[in-house]
């Protein structure tokens, strides 16, 4: 079979061998609130650079999702707040901008190593970047590695990886999954990898918090521009409310894509004075990482997500409709 990164699975290799010859502490991190292909990623890179025996430990500045703990197994993986760096060199997974992986982490690493990522809008900004922005998961892009090199893959870096492919491809709907995105999740599964495991973990697990959460952005949902966008709220007050946590809004803007009609999903989300929004697209072609860079954002073709500063929802959304409707009339 023919290799899925030629190259850049040859840089990597190289990139491992000089960690291993220089006998070089890795830290892998990830984005603040990490999701699935964020949590996969790490979970995955630390076993496979710990194969190659290399001394490494996963950070991240943000506690795991009650429904992503699970795949982490026995995989060393603390809170930046619990992490002491001793020579550590850093390598950033599923993160576009390094400002995402938060503050103290910023502080503690102010140079990266390698930067694997999947997202079009990366910034390349460590000394090394493999960033291929045609896979749907950065899991995906690991996973092509540790298949192209032959590096093992256990049970728990199988279902990590996998989580990570199949959250980030919304289940294999998504139009970034492709035929090797299909191969490599066979490959996994053959690995130890649980496509059902993964789903009743993933899903089967809702708090009723959460499903309260769900029922007031449903709510709010509000459609403009003749039914082509549909915008959905959370203020703080709906998660205090609901006894629910900022995790719990994962996948929530989903709902919004969704609707029959509709190309682009917003959510937008209160949160202390500021505000994040989350922009979803069924179509590739309407490049919602063009808005979101607009207010300082990226991410992906069909999904993207910005933050912005002392601002309400009242005040934002006019902002942004008027650039969505921009955007949308550049295309059509």
Do not use: W
């Not at 205090?240 to 946590?245: C, F, K, Y």
């Not at 959304?317 to 955007?327: D, M, R, S, T, V």
């Amino acid at each position: 079979m023919a290799m899925y990164y030629p190259k850049e699975s040859q840089l990597f290799r190289e990139q491992i061998d000089y960690l291993k010859d220089h006998k070089i502490k890795v830290a892998v991190i990830g984005h603040l609130r990490p999701d699935g292909d964020c949590i996969g990623s790490t979970v995955g890179l630390v076993r496979l650079l710990m194969s190659q025996g290399i001394e490494v430990i996963g950070v991240n500045n943000d506690e795991t999702p009650e429904n992503l703990k699970a795949f982490i197994g026995d995989t060393p993986f603390v809170k930046a707040s619990d992490f002491q760096a001793d020579g550590h060199r850093a390598i950033t997974v599923d993160c576009a901008d390094y400002k995402r992986v938060g503050g103290l982490l910023n502080e503690v690493f102010p140079n990266v190593y390698l930067n694997i990522d999947h997202h079009i809008s990366n910034k390349n900004y460590a000394e090394n970047n493999s960033v291929i922005g045609t896979a749907s998961a950065t899991a995906e892009i690991l996973a092509g590695f540790a298949l192209d090199l032959g590096l093992p893959i256990d049970a728990i870096t199988a279902q990590a990886l996998y989580v990570g492919i199949a959250t980030d491809t919304g289940q294999f709907r998504f139009s970034s999954t492709t035929q090797e995105t299909f191969q490599m999740a066979q490959s996994l599964c053959e690995s130890g990898a649980s496509p059902s495991a993964a789903a009743n973990e993933l899903y089967e697990h809702e708090s009723f918090a959460r499903i309260q959460l769900i029922q007031a952005f449903l709510a709010s949902l509000e459609m403009e521009l003749e039914g082509r966008v549909c915008f959905g709220y959370l203020s703080d007050s709906v998660y205090s409310d609901a006894g629910a946590t900022i995790d719990d809004a994962e996948g929530l803007v989903d709902y919004a894509r969704s609707i029959k009609g509709v190309d682009v999903g917003v959510l937008l989300e209160e949160r202390e004075g500021a505000l994040k929004g989350s922009l979803r697209a069924k179509d590739p072609k309407f490049r919602v990482d063009q808005i979101a860079q607009v207010f300082g954002g990226g991410g992906h073709a069909c999904a993207a997500g910005l933050n912005v500063q002392a601002m309400t929802i009242d005040e934002f959304k006019p902002k942004i409709l008027a650039k969505i409707q921009e955007h949308l009339l550049s295309i059509n």
